[in-house]
């Protein structure tokens, strides 16, 4: 009898342990918003990287690192749908992605990479931040809220009806942060975001990253900067020797 009941005493303390299992481990599911496994980029018979495992867990921001050449951009333009790559397996926000060749639309839209140097129309300001809005069928009375806010937000409302060929580099790269948040990224792939600009224009670039990761993207940054690097609760990537480091 004492056995019986010890047993079932002792079922439960396990089922409730397996029940916390259960639950932790569907939590970590839930906060982890990318996983890649075995993901290779042969360029001929160059084999530029070979990376194990890259995870990207939810509402957090990444520094990419790593020497010229190593392969920073290439990565982000693989995970940006903009280059295709060898993957074994690539689990998104808790959903297993059978097919990634095609790149897949709910991809598509949850994941945007940000050039290194922008490409814009040669429209307005104010079009190009809501272009990617339109293109998703959004109605103008909707668009033009959302790109007076983002305009504001980079510091480019005044220059709304410039021609963007006229934009010094700090505020291309500005308006192509904003034409970014504006889509509401779960995923945000940063190339160099700082890369030739310095002084003030570097600084404003900087300032706007931090807010977009509070706006509820996670952000991968490509860079060399420092100051990119060491900004707080940043967690660093580094490729090398084609690897990649978590660290
Ligand atoms: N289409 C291609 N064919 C052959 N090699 C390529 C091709 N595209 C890129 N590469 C090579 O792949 C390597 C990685 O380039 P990538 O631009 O990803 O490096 P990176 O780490 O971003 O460098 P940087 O810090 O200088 O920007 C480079 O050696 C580049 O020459």
Redesign the pocket.
Known sequence: MSIGIHSQISAAVYENEGESQRVKRRDERRKALLGVRGLRKR??D?L?FDIDRLEIATHSAYVLT??????????LRVLGGLERAEIDSLRFAGEDVLRVHPYPRALRRAIVYVHQHPILFSTSVADNIGYGLVVRGEKPETVRPVVAEAMAWAGVAHLRDTDPTRLSGGEKQRVALARAKVLEPRLLLLD?PTANLDGAAREQVIALIPTMIEAGSSVII?C?DRDLINLPGVQRLK?RDGHLEHR
Not at 69 to 75: D, I, R
């Open positions: 360029h001929g160059r530029l790593g020497m010229n050449g190593a392969g920073k951009s290439t990565l160099e490509a060399h490729l």
